[in-house]
């Protein structure tokens, strides 16, 4: 009983969490700068009154329309607030009551600020990209010195070369590289397909899950990528000439395996 209700109280607060991360993520421009202002219509430019503005009670109350113009609010708003609560208490279930769970919460809030901007702008942002890749590598740094192992990270037991990467630090620095290798080739093989804020941000997820888990975040959003392309394809809701954003893939499969990385390693090696 007490899990459910402290999982309900991360519920709550990753809702009103989520209603920040709106606004965030609504102050970065189509050129990838964060002009903080109050939220207003995209329409109409009227603030939005302060009923409306709680978190997923204010788009009911408003009926999903802006007040002034009666044009319809974007259904981002709510979608984002409840993923966000409903990750809060996933986390939560998956790992405890415990100090990285706060770690997690701040990896889960970039990347879901990411994938907002990469749908809306076909952008991923330096000055959301950059400083996430600080705090993950600050983070690192601060496991290593306490000689603490992270939950979510792999442990390598044996003697042999790969047990190098029990040092979290050298596991996130060998997997930021490694996962901004990767990118980088696909980016240079795809001639335009992806942009470089792929690359940065396939480096970010691999500073957030060390390394060899890296490789399992690129390939579930590869994947995931591939699978939604190819129903968009067959349903003809785009064209093989329609750009389409990959971010947001990549960060479903960073958070995939924060979550269940191990797992899908230890799978896919016992297959």
């Not at 279930?93 to 702008?121: F, N, P, R």
């Not at 990118?183 to 957030?208: E, I, P």
Request: contains cysteine.
């Amino acid at each position: 009983m007490t899990t459910i209700l402290v999982a309900f109280f991360f519920l709550l607060l990753g809702i009103c969490w989520g209603a920040l991360l709106n606004w965030l993520a609504g102050s970065v421009n189509e050129e990838g700068e964060l002009q903080l202002k109050a939220p207003v219509c995209p329409k109409c430019g009227a603030k939005r009154k302060v009923k409306h503005l709680l978190p997923l009670l204010g788009f009911l109350i408003a009926r999903g329309r802006c007040a002034q113009c009666k044009e319809p609010i974007s259904a981002r708003i709510p979608i984002v607030e409840f993923v966000t609560g409903a990750l809060f208490a996933l986390l939560y279930l998956k790992y405890g009551l415990a100090w990285e769970l706060c770690i997690l919460l701040v990896y889960s809030s970039i990347l879901i600020v990411l994938c907002v901007t990469d749908i809306e702008h076909f952008i991923l942002p330096n000055i959301v990209n950059y400083p996430g890749m600080i705090v993950a590598a600050a983070i690192s740094l601060v496991v290593m010195l306490a000689h603490y192992r992270l939950p979510w990270a792999l442990f390598l037991a044996g003697s042999g070369f790969m047990t190098a990467f029990n040092n979290y630090l050298l596991s996130a620095v060998a997997g930021g590289l490694a996962g901004a290798l990767l990118l980088f080739l696909v980016v240079l093989l795809s001639r335009g397909g992806m942009g470089m804020g792929d690359v940065v941000l396939a480096g970010l997820l691999g500073l957030m899950v060390g390394f060899p888990l890296v490789f399992i975040a690129l390939f579930v959003g590869i994947v995931a990528g591939g699978l939604v392309a190819a129903v968009l394809l067959i349903t003809r809701r785009k064209g093989r000439k329609d750009m389409l954003p990959f971010g947001p893939f990549l960060c479903v499969g960073g958070l995939v395996t924060l979550l269940w990385g191990k797992q899908l390693l230890g799978w896919y090696l016992s297959a």
